[in-house]
């Protein structure tokens, strides 16, 4: 990235400050955190590159940062590189390096997700000298590995990512969920209604009378008694008694 002299002179000073500051002295923070705050551009202009692989831009950014900070703490100004030069690679390795320990759909020991880069690198180095793709002995004999070592780093690179088992190649079939039964909320009641249909039928005429009007025609107590030419409290009183000897008789 571009920097003007003054810019370029003004970074030169504050790495010379810092570097010659002893790490108790309180002053040496201060300058970290300027030179962190003049390269934070650096560190979003990386971070940008990465934004399209399902990480947060500012997760990236602050991933980034990380790798800033390391690199101005081993920066040796004396040696002549430019500071964006040297810090670039620590940015990208930091960021990289939360690609591999975080995003992994299924945590994969970190040997392995290592061997797993180099087998994909060397697979596309072969394809390219073979003109065909390799097989599993080739790989392993590039990488000098072996053969289980890389089946088991392929397998593990089936890992980064995982699709659902709900998923479905065809968007119009159905899935996996659509094709097991729902509970039906009904059936409890059913198990119920079998055991109470024989007490319901043994019960006196004016008994089922009022189970009927109450609870499958939702008539009021008042309109039973309406209905039946007694008052409201009788009608009361059979719902009670009766209710009371079916709950008994079903537990029973």
Request: negative net charge.
């Amino acid at each position: 990235m571009p920097e003007t002299t003054s810019a370029r002179e003004q970074d030169h000073q504050l790495f010379a400050q810092f570097v010659a500051l002893a790490d108790e002295d309180p002053t040496k923070a201060e300058v970290r955190d300027q030179l962190i705050s003049s390269h934070l551009a650096l560190v979003g202009h990386v971070a940008r590159k990465f934004a399209n692989r399902g990480e947060p831009l500012d997760d990236l950014i602050q991933v980034g940062t990380i790798g800033l900070i390391k690199a101005i703490d081993r920066f040796e100004p004396e040696k002549g590189f430019e500071f964006s030069t040297f810090a670039m690679p620590t940015i990208v390795g930091e960021i990289k390096r939360h690609f591999r320990d975080k995003t992994w759909a299924v945590r994969v020991p970190r040997r392995m997700q290592e061997l797993g880069a180099a087998v994909t690198k060397a697979t596309n180095e072969l394809t390219q000298q073979l003109d065909r793709s390799p097989s599993i002995r080739e790989i392993a004999a590039h990488l000098k590995v072996d053969l289980d070592d890389v089946v088991e780093a392929i397998n593990a690179n089936s890992a980064y990512s995982t699709v659902s088992l709900d998923a479905t190649f065809d968007p119009d079939a159905p899935s996996l969920g659509d094709r097991f039964g729902s509970i039906d909320e009904a059936l409890e009641g059913v198990e119920y209604r079998e055991s109470l249909r024989p007490l319901l039928l043994a019960l006196p005429e004016r008994e089922k009378d009022i189970l009927v009007m109450r609870f499958f025609e939702n008539r009021s107590q008042t309109e039973i008694a309406r209905t039946l030419g007694i008052s409201q409290m009788h009608v009361s009183r059979i719902l009670t008694n009766t209710l009371t000897k079916l709950r008994s008789e079903l537990q029973g």
